[in-house]
Every structure is written in C-alpha cells, then in structure tokens.
C-alpha cells in the first residue's frame, strides 16, 4: 500500500505515529487486517490536516484594520462616509462592526484594496470613533437596505422596504427624470408630470420633477420641450446596485439636436455623451439622501454650452403647496443667507433651499454644490413659483450685464464634472441644519487605518 502525503504540524504526528505501528507490526497477516483501518486514519489524517489549513487561511484572510473616524469640526448626522481600505488579492468581503455590534457596511473591490461604505449616524464635532473591519468575513444581516429594481423603461428605488423614486427614461421623454420622489413623511414632494390635457393651467410642462437639462448646447435647446426641442436619450446601463449601506444608478446617455441637426457628417445628431451616477442611501426615514455625479463628455466635436438661464445640470421643480407664490409658507434659502427669490435668483452659494407644506407638513430639500463641481460655488436659478437648479451658465442674465458671459467650449475629448447632494428632510433650512450637513458631503469625516 502506498499512501504518502505531506502534511505538517498536528496532521503529520498523527500520521508518522499510526505509520511507524502499520511497518512495525510483528504479526504475519497484521498489515493486511490493518490495511483498512490504516486508509480510515488516512481519511481522517487527511480531513484534520484540511481543517487545519482552512483555520490558517481564515486567520491569514480574516484579518481586521481599526478604522477611526474623525468628525473634524463638524457634527456628524447621518452622514455616508468612505475610506479605501488595501486587502489581500483573495479578499472580496468584509465585516464592519463597533463597540455597540455590527454595523452596516458595503464594499466594493476598487484598485489594490476595496472601497468600504457606511453610515456614521451621529457623531459630535472633535469627537472620534473606532470601528473594526475583518477582512474576509460576510457583513452582518442588516435588512433590506436600498433596492435597485429594473422595470420596463425604469428603475425603482427603495428604502428599507418603502419607496423613494423611479428612475424613467421612456422614449416618450424628452429626458430622463426622477419621478416621483417620496419626501420625509411618505408624501411626494415634487410636481407631479404635465400632460397635454393640462394646458396653460399648468406652466413650464418640461420642469419634470428631478431632471438635467441645458437650453443652448451647440444651438440646440434642450431644456423646453417646444418644437424642434433637443432630446437626452438614455442609451444604457453601466451599473444597477442594491446594498445594504446605499443603491447605485449608472447610467449613460446620449444629447442630441433638434429634429433635422445633422451636425458634422457621419456623426448624426449626438452632440455630448452623459454618464450620470445617482446613489441613494439607507437613512432612516426622516432623512433621504441622493447623490448626483454627472459627467459630460465631448466624444464627438467640440460643445459649446450658451450663455443662458434656461438650464440646470441638477434641477428639481417642488410640489405646488411648497411653492413660494402660493404665501402657504413656502420658503427659498441659500448659502449665504438669501431669502425668495430676489435674494437667491443667479446668486452664487454652496447651497440652495427649498421648503414649504406638504399634505400640512412643512418639508424641505436643498441642492448642495460640491467643491470638486464645475465653476463652485455655481449659480442657482431658482423661482418663487417652484423651480430650483444649478446653472454655472447664464451669467449674463444673472448679473444683468451682457459682457460677462458664461457660455464654456468644451473641446473634443474633454469632459465638464458636476457633484450635486439633493437632501430632504423635515422642516425648514435651520430645523434641517443645512449649514451643518453641507459639509458632511463637501468636507466628509477623515478616516484613519491601523
């Protein structure tokens, strides 16, 4: 019989000591009766040695790092916070846990290490926290967490189980548009669609709920739905993801001319290519949080974006009650302390503010300018009758002085970014603490590894 496998430690004592007994045994016929009992111990030889090695993997791969999360001067309230942590190859799952038990966290694999998200959900200015990440472990059960669903022509997005918005982009869109949005006490807090059965008793049909748009992109207006109006067509999807910790849209788009632009020959009506990446957190209720970063690429020709006021790389139009004409208590506010819409139209500010009743409950969402964006602070063209978007633009309509223009050429190959927070809450600016949440999406807490 010939069995000799290589083994070490606790395994190869066990074998040595049962094949020094097999070789050495004195009776005649010993190795033959012995030889079935000696390929059970093999057997079992073998599987301890297995268990072994898998309890030195997992130690090896089951690693932990101590994150500490910093608040800076800042407090910290339901606030999204990353940190790339650098694993193992073989690494593609990770734990997240704190003095108080597990902690939702979400990892994706990102260059030499994975990309760990969570939620912070409270944290005092100068105040630090400790967490631990073991590598290699499958996270805790946290729920249903955010879900991406896929539908005809959309996308639904849940929270917890209860939905927050459907991503649409049916060919019957000029473009696509977020609708509806549940706001903080389970009402939607945007205008619902126009029709054409509402006429003129409903204005500005093509303010669609949450859109992109611009009115003057190399002559072509996309931003009305008028004649001979400019489409954004949805052309794919680079990315559907649930999590526990947040979803993720990503999706890509093509801007096109006005029905008969041809542009250069062979290139058809594409004018600028979209990449839009919305995510969408696991907050409670109270609060909903949703990421914009857009990127607008130049592949085809050089872009020309006009000098205009009719455009807004994120927009939203807020349900009528909100509405600041309506004197039922709607409320604009921005950055730098504006009030309406005579101290916050074509103003510059980090931030801007929306509020007003909801089914009697007063509701709020602000836009948040990231640092990183294109011409931060950006302008914001906003109205009283409901309308609040960034524009970077239109400054020759925002300053009433037509030698500052902001038109902007991007150049073939080259790509315009846009960072864009849409917050919603209860209340009012200060009861939100918008001041205070800004800077958890432009100066976000610092995590250190160890």
Known sequence: MEFAPTLGGGAGFVYSSIRLFYDNCPHGGCQRLCAKGLTLAMDFVTSYATCILISLLRRTTMATVKLTVHAGPHNRINCPVSALVETPESVTTAALSAGNGAVPCQVTPAGDGLQVNFIVDHLEAGKT???????????ADSGRGVEVTQGENEVSV??????????????????PLLYPVIG?????????????????????????????????????????EGESHGRILHRDFELLESGPVLGRIVSNSDWVG??????????????????????????????????????????NMDVLFGDTKEGGLASIRVEETMEVKRDLGGKIENGIGGIDED????????????????????????????????RHPTHWHVRNYGLMTANPFG????????????????????????????????????????????????????????
């Open 258 to 299: 006005m029905d008969g632009w041809t542009g250069p020959p062979g290139r058809n009506r594409e004018i600028l290519d979209q990449r839009a990446e919305w995510v969408v957190y696991n907050t409670p209720s109270s609060v909903r949080i949703m990421d914009l970063h857009l990127t607008l690429i130049a592949r």
């Open 395 to 450: 400054h020759s309509y925002f300053y009433g002085d037509e030698s500052r223009r902001g038109h902007h050429t991007l150049s073939q190959g080259e790509s315009l970014v846009g960072i864009y927070r849409y917050y919603f809450h209860k209340g009012d600016a200060t009861d939100g603490n918008i001041r205070e949440r800004y800077h958890d999406f432009a100066h976000p807490p610092k995590v250190e590894q160890d």
């Open 158 to 175: 849940s929270i917890g189980g209860q939905h927050f918005t459907t991503y649409c982009h049916g060919t019957e869109l000029a473009r």
């Open 129 to 139: 926290a400790e967490y631990e990440l073991t590598l290699g472990k499958e996270p």
């Open 343 to 374: 101290e916050t139209w074509g103003k510059r500010a980090p931030w801007c503010h929306y509020s007003g009743p909801v089914n009697g409950n007063i509701t709020g969402v602000a836009i948040m300018d990231h640092p990183n964006s294109f």
């Open 184 to 224: 903080p006490y389970g009402d939607p807090v945007t205008r619902r669609l126009a029709t054409p059965a509402d006429g003129r008793e409903m204005d500005h049909h093509h303010h669609r709920s949450i859109w992109i748009a611009h009115g003057e992109v190399n002559g072509a207006d996309n931003w009305s």
